[in-house]
Structure formats: C-alpha cells, structure tokens
C-alpha cells in the first residue's frame, strides 16, 4: 500500500532511524497505525524530538520524487516487511530498510553467490572470472556483484553470456550509474535480473557508500568468491563481512608474482575455499542455497491456511498416494466431471499434481 510505503520512505528520513529502531518500533505498533499518532504517541514508541519532527514533517520533494520513480516499468521500492524482501540480507546486523531495485524483485531471493575482486584485474583474472560466473549461471545459480570496472563487469558479463541472472549491487543511486561505461551493461541487468542500491535514486557515488554496499553484495548471497584482489582491497571488505554474516569465502589462487592476487592468496592461507573449479562452490553452499530457494518458493507459491484453500472435501480424500479420478468421486459423493473440474483448477494452483495412477498432494496450506 502506497501509505505504507510512505510511512517507511518517513523512516528512511529521519536523522539516525536505521533498521534496528524500526524493528523495535514494529515490535510495538503496526506501519497503518503508525503513520496516524501524534507527537506523545511516537514519542511512548522512542522517537526522539528530532526524530519526531522528521517524520511528521518530511521532506515531500523526497517522498514524491521517490513514489514518481517507483510508478515507472520495472522499478520497486522494497521495505523491510515486504515479502520480496531477500530472507537472507534480513538475517544479517544492519540489514537495509529499503532496497531500491530496477529489474525483477522476485530474484533478490534466488540462491546466488557473490563474484567480487580487483578493478585492475590481469586478462587471466577476467577470464577466469567470466568463465566461472558463465559455468555458475549454467548451473542455476544468480551471480551477484557491484557493477565495478574490471571483475565485477566480467562477473555479470559472464552470468548474461551463461543465460542466467545476475544482480548489481550500487553504491550510487539508481538514476545514477556508477561507473558510467556500465551503462549498457547495467540496462542489460535490468532485463535479465535486477539493479539493487539502499540510496535514493538520483544519490551520487560517494566513497563512504561503497563499504555498505559490499555489505548488502554478502547479505543477499550464499557465499562470496574472491577473484584477483589486492592487499588493500574493497573485495576483501566484502569476505570479512561475509564472514562475519556466516557465509562461505571462496578465491581463486593467483600467481605469487601477482600484486593483484595478494590478497585472494592470503585469505586462502587464513582458510578461504581454494577454488579451482564451480563443483569447489556448488558442493559447499546447499544448507543456504535451500533457505534462500524456500523464501523463493513461499514468493512464487504463498501459502494458504487449509480452510481457505478450494475443494476442502476433495482435498480430504488427495495424499501422498495416487489416487484416481473414479475413487475421488466416489468418495465425493460428485460426478466425475466435476471432479475433472475441481482437480484442474488444484493443479494449475499447484495444490495436487496428475502423477501414474491418479492424482497426488503436492502442496499443503
């Protein structure tokens, strides 16, 4: 609901109301109620006067220019409570309130592993990165890094190439493509995954943003490979907090003569997956992958209680056993026609599915 929405773009610009004093004030009282207290209600909720005089008093430049945005093809505003909102990015410290994303929302739930590494890369780096991102997408898997010159471009170039999906993470806004040769490249990841930034869309690329970014790029993954970093490296920011989120860091060994490769090789020496192949990656991440894929799955096929799905009668008499059309009407007491009828509809709601033998349960409420 737009109110809702806008309730939450209030949050986004109020002076230090980051994800955890939402949290707590959801704890206590809903978004509908929220937005209609006054000063002594918000107050009791732990708003302090600055924070209260910002969200009774927003900046409506930024709430329209934001909602504008939103009403265009293929752009979402995602908040916290909204259920494309990525069941992994929510398990880690500082999650983001909002997530802005141009593409399909539905993706920021796909298993997906992060392909991160030095913007300076040797040729062998980059091929070794798009060829992995390539056999990756190959294998289902959405390939997730920062849009950055050099690994991360090879990264979505390979996945795009592989006829898979791949996310952008920015840290700029999404009216503000960073760094501006990926123009074309990111309006390719629009039609074949999404771009994703926390920042308000026309927000300029800042130093300070990138950090946070990277946080978000392990959030939403499984695990993160490192290709070709150096020492000083913001790929090596990115597995410290992939770490530190409970993910798996993979990298790619790299030549000793090799500055670039300094600090892919390190992590390996502090315990990092030595990657010499997908198979390296694939076989490690399945308890993640299948949390991430279940969130995909409760998206595409949300449940529903058992006394509001269709036909309960039916339904009584499908289990896990085939069952054919002759004894479900029989036990209906109905004609078999309407039977026929009754069981399509299940099976195009995915509820029962026509196995040898009949008709078998494959979703319950």
């Not at 796909?110 to 060829?131: C, E, H, M, T, Y």
């Not at 595409?300 to 008499?317: C, D, G, M, R």
Request: charged fraction near 20%; charge should be neutral; glycine fraction near 10%.
């Amino acid at each position: 609901m737009q109110e809702d929405l806008e309730c939450w773009l209030r949050f986004a610009g109020s002076p230090g109301f980051g994800v955890t004093a939402a949290k707590k004030v959801l704890e206590h009282c809903t978004i509908d109620i929220l937005i209609g207290l006054d000063d002594l209600g918000l107050a009791q909720l732990g708003f302090k006067p600055n924070q209260i005089k910002a969200f009774q008093n927003p900046d409506r430049r930024i709430i329209d220019r934001c909602l504008s945005w939103a009403e265009k093809k293929n752009r979402h505003i995602i908040t916290l409570t909204d259920p494309y909102y990525p069941y992994l990015l929510k398990q880690i410290s500082t999650p983001p309130p909002l997530l802005f994303v141009e593409g399909d929302p539905s993706l920021l739930s796909f298993p997906q592993l992060a392909i991160v590494g030095s913007r300076n890369a040797s040729q062998d780096g980059l091929a070794q990165a798009k060829a992995m991102s390539f056999e990756l997408a190959l294998r289902g898997l959405t390939v997730t890094s920062g849009l950055a010159l050099g690994i991360d471009g090879r990264a979505h170039r390979g996945a795009l190439d592989g006829k898979g999906k791949t996310l952008a993470v920015l840290g700029s806004g999404l009216e503000r493509i960073y760094p501006s040769p990926h123009q074309a490249l990111a309006n390719e990841i629009i039609d074949n995954g999404a771009l994703v930034s926390e920042l308000w869309p026309w927000s300029p690329p800042k130093a300070a943003f990138f950090p946070k970014r990277n946080r978000i790029i392990s959030g939403l993954s499984v695990g993160v490979l490192v290709v070709e970093a150096a020492l000083r490296s913001g790929s090596l920011i990115t597995a410290r907090l992939a770490l530190e989120q409970g993910r798996d860091v993979f990298a790619l060994p790299g030549s000793i003569h090799n500055p670039q490769a300094k600090g892919s090789n390190g992590l390996i020496k502090q315990g990092a997956f030595l990657v010499e192949s997908v198979e390296d990656i694939v076989g490690q991440t399945g308890v993640l992958a299948d949390c991430a894929m279940k969130h995909q799955l409760d998206i595409l096929h949300p449940q529903v209680s058992e006394e509001k799905l269709p036909f309960p009668k039916l339904l009584a008499n499908v289990g896990d056993e085939a069952r054919c059309v002759d004894v479900l009407a029989e036990r209906c007491d109905q004609p078999v026609h309407e039977i026929m009828i009754q069981l399509l509809e299940l099976e195009l709601q995915g509820i029962v599915s026509a196995v040898p033998g009949g008709y078998v349960r494959t979703r319950r409420g």
